[in-house]
């Protein structure tokens, strides 16, 4: 069974930065499309950052040029690095990837991030 467990999260103020980790129970990651999503209450979920098997990056306009994300496939990591962070970043962030093969999709059970002063 793939499992993913997401952590780096926290309360931050305003301007501040997190690391966000995403590890893998397999080598998952190789190959597979891996995406950051982001859920606030009463908003849709969001994807955020995706990076792809070649190693293209693409980010939801509201992040662009704050977050940046990034792997390990030897490691079996994947990172979302956020910086200039606004209270409006404040969400459950997950992390999921897609075996492309069946396309199935698996999900961690997310972090809390707080930007707050």
């Known amino acids: 069974q793939v499992q993913l467990v997401e952590s780096g999260g926290g309360l931050v103020q305003p301007g501040g930065s997190l690391r966000l980790s995403c590890a893998a129970s397999?080598?998952?990651?190789?190959?597979?499309?891996v995406g950051w999503y982001r859920q606030t209450p009463g908003k849709q979920r969001e994807l955020v950052a995706a990076i792809l098997s070649g190693g293209n990056t693409n980010y939801a306009d509201s992040v662009k040029g704050r977050f940046t994300i990034s792997r390990d496939n030897a490691k079996n990591m994947v990172y979302l690095q956020m910086t200039s962070l606004k209270p409006e970043d404040t969400a459950v962030y997950y992390c999921?990837?897609?075996?492309?093969?069946?396309?199935?999709?698996?999900w961690g059970q997310g972090t809390q991030v707080t930007v707050s002063s």
């Open positions: 999921t990837v897609r075996r492309a093969w069946d396309r199935s999709d698996y």
């Open positions: 397999t080598s998952i990651f190789s190959g597979n499309p």
